[in-house]
Every structure is written in C-alpha cells, then in structure tokens.
C-alpha cells in the first residue's frame, strides 16, 4: 500500500509527463487514477496547483513584448551545455513550493458539512475518504499531516476511510472518540442517547474523550455494533441482513422489523418536518414491520392506518396524530 507521499510524487511524475505529452500512456494514466480514490484526488490537487502558475505567464513588460536581446545569447548551445537545467530546477521547485502550499491550506482548514432535514449527502474528502451524511446531520472536519480529524456534532454519518497508516482516522462523537485506518463504520448520535457505531469493514477502536493509545479501547469488527455511553461500550453482532436494514437510509428507505409504533414514528421524524405523533399507550406499542420511502409520510400512515385500523388526525399544534378508529370519533 502507497504512502501519502509515495501517492504525491507518482501524481507529479504524471502531471509532468502529461503536460510534456497529454495524450501518452493514456491506458496506463486511467488505470492509476481508478485504482485508488488517493491517486485522483492527490493529482487533482496538483493539477490545480500547476494550474495557478500560468499566470507568470502575463508577467510580459507594458506592450506585451521581451527583449530579443535577452534571448540571443547562443540559444542552442545553451540549451545543449545543459544551460537550461538551473532553471528547470528553479521551475520545479516553484510548482513544488505552489502545490505544497496549496496543499497545506487544503488540508489544514476546518471544514463544515452540514444537510437538512430530510437530507442526503455525498462528500469527498482531501485524503480521498467518502462521507454519506443523513438527515438533519452536521460534520466538521480539520486534516494535518499528521492526523484526520472529523467531529460529529449531531446526526448520522457514513464513512468510508482511505487507508493511511501514517494518519489515524480519528472520529468525536459525543463523549466517545473512534479511530480507523482504513475502514467503514457507521456513526449515529442524537441528543440524549448513547453512541451507536456500525461497523461494515475492517475494525474501529472505541474509547472516551482520551486517544485509544491509553488502552481502554473498545475493538469493534466489521458485523459488530457498539452502543456507547459516559460508563460503557456494548458491542454486539449483527446479521449481514440486518446491517443491511439499519443501513436502508442510505438508499432513501426505512426498514422495520418488528419495532414500536412510537419508535417508528420518532424515525420518521428525524427525516421530516411535518411530525407525527401518538398518545395512546396501546396504540404506542403495535409492532411494525415492513420497508418506507423515508420522505413519504402520506404512504406510511395509509399503510398503518390500512393494518390497524388508525386514523391520522391533525392537532392543534400542527402534527399528525395516529388514533384508533373507534377513539377518533
């Protein structure tokens, strides 16, 4: 597996080449750029980099014309004594200072993502890590050379991690701090509950406020879960089946199995702005099963309403109250 650095110095070789000869080796440019999300996003950064520097290119006297004699000096065997090769270095270590200073900028800024509810969103990050954010969700990212650091400061998160050995992959969640490598976990935090961690590959250490070097990490594998609060962390398994269920909110849906009917209802709140609601305590506790267009409350109280024998009613206060037929008259 590349370095960060290695990946670096590959994508300059390449942009060096393919400047001198833009369509050589194109097969071969193409199939490095596939084989790692790395690769594109390190020679994306250089290229725009590069890309800054053709503005010396006005720096022309007024009138827009140079001096001939400065280029009548035995141009050709300037050029063959290696005359040119000082100010190909100097070139180089221009682009060089330019892409490293663009570069440090880049990584180096806080960043904020943030979706509303009812929300869905993709980002890619500077390392080359994905992010799919959920509804009503806020993420703040600050990478260094040394460390990636991302805070979830409210809803649910996907992450998909580039492998870096030389930069843990370090995600705050409330009062529990998660590191990665290279992975994919799933985090979802919500005002007043414990952190629950899904894990899809390879592993994610779970711990308090202090970094896992101080030994009290909780190690969570792919299939695992762990619930995380201030006293503990619960890991446990998960079918392959129902990973894929508690992850259907990628996709837009909603799955149940079995759950409470105000469990359900407090799902599909979190995706929408026109709230449900249910009072009755018996009505609370009907069990739920089935899959739901997340955004599609009109199908979800129709299907319920059709299995129980409920009624949708509107309060006072505008959300939409779910009540037994012989209750609602």
Sequence with gaps: MSTAREIEAKAAEWLVHRDAVPDANQDEFTGWLAADPRHRAAYLRLAAAWGRTAQLRRMVPEGGEIDADLLSVRRESWWRSG?????????????????????????????????????????????????????????????????????????????????????????????????AVGTAFDVRLENGRPVQLIVTEGRVAVTGAKPPEDGGAAMVSAGEQAIADALQVKVSHLSSTEVSRRLSWKTGELSFQGEAL???????????????????????????????????????????????????????DGTLMLVARQHSR
């Design 262 to 316: 105000s469990d359900v209802i407090a799902e599909f709140n979190r995706y929408n702005r026109h709230k449900l609601r249910v009072d009755d305590p018996e009505v609370a506790k009907l069990q739920i099963g089935g899959n739901f267009q997340a955004l599609d409350v009109g199908s979800f109280v129709a299907a319920v309403g059709r299995s129980f024998d409920l009624v949708a009613k509107e309060a006072p």
């Design 83 to 179: 005359g040119w090769r000082p100010l190909a270095l100097a070139a180089g270590i221009l682009v060089a200072a330019l892409a490293g200073i663009w570069w440090d900028a880049q990584e180096s800024a806080f960043r904020s993502y943030r979706t509303e509810i009812g929300g869905l969103s993709r980002i890619v990050l500077a390392d080359g890590s994905t992010v799919t954010l959920n509804t009503d969700t806020e993420l703040r990212v600050h990478f260094s050379p040394n460390k990636r650091e991302l805070t979830l400061v409210q809803g649910e998160a996907q992450f998909n991690v580039a492998h870096d050995t030389t930069r843990p992959f370090d995600v705050s969640a409330g009062a529990q701090l998660l590191r």
